[in-house]
């Protein structure tokens, strides 16, 4: 087939008259030099253009697979006849153009009897002579849009649309017309729009302002005298908006058309889509009073050169109505009335105002317009408005101003101050401008309503000048880094934050924002880490109910953006476990657990006297160390003939003789031990018994305890073992504490023994008799070596 299938947003830009919102399928086959329907239109198709072709018939079965078809365009080809059943297979059908064809009876339509459900069916510019409706019409009940043409009307050509209650009724005179009055009677339509031939229809304009609430006249290129005079003959007019629309007017025609208007019962004028043509010299004068409401006059393109700009902008700007609309035009200024005006709502949205627009320059004083104190309303939106200062200067005398619209210009803020905006304003737009941080330096004081969108915003500090009544701030696509503080907004209801810079929103900050029941931070660039925590369980708590916020577009439109691993994640599909995020309870979880180890480990220890084990394991394989490294060579050992000699006070010779010597001298000891109960040689001098005993001893074992403190000949004896160990070495002595001995209890004439048991590890005697193999398997190791066998009975001098 060839055709383009595309998708289209809003019906709105297929056809003008709809507004659609959906998605639609669009087939387009316009101007493909096609004789039929193609055969082959897919299924899904909901809008099919087939103009400019060459298609004279529509036949039974052409749209039989289109089943959901809702627009269908047939204009500009030469189509001149259609089969009653061509629609029985499109029961959505809603919009219907058969608009330039070679039809020729509108009393001959069967097909409409299969389109109930028509909304827009358009017929103009075919062969009919007459506009006599067939009464399939009738049918139609739900038409809201019906464009027909024709050069002849006649009484009762509507008959059969009577009950049908239209939006738009539109007639398209072709050729010279004949109309019979009162042939518009039968005719229900919101608005009755009437594009003209050469000749201004008079009759038709009568019906016209007899039967239609609202009339618009398309593409007028003359006859404007004759429609004032029509107008200003008539005492009673029942249409209250009168439009022009796509028409040429010279001046003198328009001012002298708005004057008899004014004087009329038509409460809404408007003129879109105007060429005008000599405008004025001098001033126009402008009626004082007036029975119209409002003004619009939009799209206006002049095609005179030479003339009073200030004559223009008095005209309107001194109209005595309450509404005016001078909109889509290239003015650059508007002057101030020159009497106080009545004029509530004034609207110059997209023109080419600068920032003196209603002021005025009277030498090097610029004056100020006071005037306008009436004004509610005031758009200005989409000017070349630079100044927000300027601006509040001019609009300082609007008493009565309410609602500002300065959105779309190109506004900054210098910072300096100044700003004397009225008092009454409650609801202000600045979207779409260039404004920073210090606009809320420049700010009506009792502003309700503010809209901020599409700035250079990136915070709202808490120094910002207090909005103490606003309710609802928009400051969407800004570059907010963080959520604002509401401190100086106390009101402040409902805010907007989509599309700024957030990555991690501080959610503490909207602790200060204790009225706000509406929150939007939607398409942020949101950073899923453990900062972003807080704002997430608060939009987790709205999704539950529980949250006393109401965040818009949760959960589809918050996201992650950083790290790569979760990006483009819905934040509520996200989440890091909180004792990760929080150190206190990080550091929690790994500490009471350690405790509880080492508490356990530690009672543990306490009870099986672990410490004890370790540390005398510890000393066994430190003796065992020593004795390996520290082998003393064959004639080191020349003399020695015991292991050690062992030292103790006599009222310890119990546990010597019960325990020691038994394990340090039996077969699994293997030691050689002398003692002075033992190796004394009786009759020799005592201090020649130790020093000898000293002397072929390799080791020195003191067994220390109360009693071996009060012994003076013990300490005899450590006194010549530590002259023993200075020429031995430092492992020449072992100290065996039978028994607590507290450093106090030691004289300290007896330093030498303070000193070895503060610089020397020694062996303390456990009581339980578990612990009793490892200390002996310690002290052997300590004193064992590698001896000379000697038999040895006593100790010869």
Known sequence: MGSTIAIFCAAAMLMPQLSVSYLRIYIDLSSRNLSSVPGDLPKEAEYIDLSLNHIRQLKRGDFRNTPILRFLNISGNCLDSI??????????????????????????????????????????????????????????????????????????????????????????LEGVLVYEP????????????????????????????????????????????????????RSEIYTSCLYLTHISINWPDFTQYVHVALNTTVTHLGVSGVTMYRLPQNATPVAETSRVKSLTFRRAVVRSFLFSQEAVYNFFINMPVENLALTETSIIHMT??????????????????????????????TVECKTLGNVRTLALAGNNLKSLKSLSIRMQYMRSLQDLDLSLNLLVYDGQKGCVWPQNISSMSLSSNGLTDSVFQCLPENVERLDLQNNQISAVSSSTLGLVRLWYLNLNANKLLDLPVCHNFPLLQELLLKSNSLHTPSVDRLKSCRSLKTLDASSNPFTCTCDLMG????????????????????????????????????????????????????????LCPAVVVITVVLTLCRHFDIPWYLGMIWQWMQAKHRARQRQPRPEVLLGIEFHAFVSYSQKDAAWVFDHLLPNLESPAGGLRICHHGKNFVPGKPIINNIMTCVEKSRRCVFVLSAHFVKSDWCHYELYFASHQHLALGSDSVVLVLLEPVPQYLIPSKYYQLKSMMARHTYLEWPQDRAKQRLFWANLRAALQADLPHLTVTGIEE
């Open 535 to 590: 704002f997430i369980r608060l939009g987790l708590k709205f999704e539950k109910g529980g949250a006393a916020v109401t965040f818009l577009q949760w959960p589809h439109g918050y996201y992650c953006s950083y790290p790569e691993a979760v990006r483009d994640s819905n934040l509520n599909n996200f989440w890091i476990p909180e004792i990760s995020c929080n150190s206190y309870l990080l550091a929690a979880a790994i």
């Open 182 to 233: 009162g042939s518009l009677q039968d005719v229900y339509a919101r608005r009755l729009q009437v594009k003209f031939n050469n000749k201004f229809p008079h009759d038709l304009m009568e019906d016209a302002l007899s039967f239609f609430p609202e009339l618009e006249l398309l593409e007028l290129s003359s006859g404007y005298q004759e429609l004032s005079k029509q107008l200003s003959q």
């Open 336 to 365: 101030c009335p020159k009497s106080e005006s009545p004029i509530t709502q004034l609207n110059f949205s997209y023109c080419s105002m600068t920032d003196t627009i209603f002021s005025r320059v009277e030498g090097l004083i």
């Open 83 to 172: 089969h009653p059943e061509t629609f029985l297979h499109t029961p959505l059908l809603e919009d219907l153009d058969l608009s330039h064809n070679e039809l020729k009876d509108l009393m001959d339509q069967p097909y409409l009897q299969h389109t109930e459900n028509l909304v827009a069916l358009n017929l103009a510019h075919n062969k009919f002579l007459t506009m006599t409706l067939a009464r399939e019409f009738g049918s139609l009940v739900k038409l809201q849009r019906l464009t027909l043409g024709g050069s002849t009307i006649s009484v009762g050509d509507f008959r059969n649309i009577a009950d049908v209650e239209l939006r738009v009724m539109s007639l398209f």
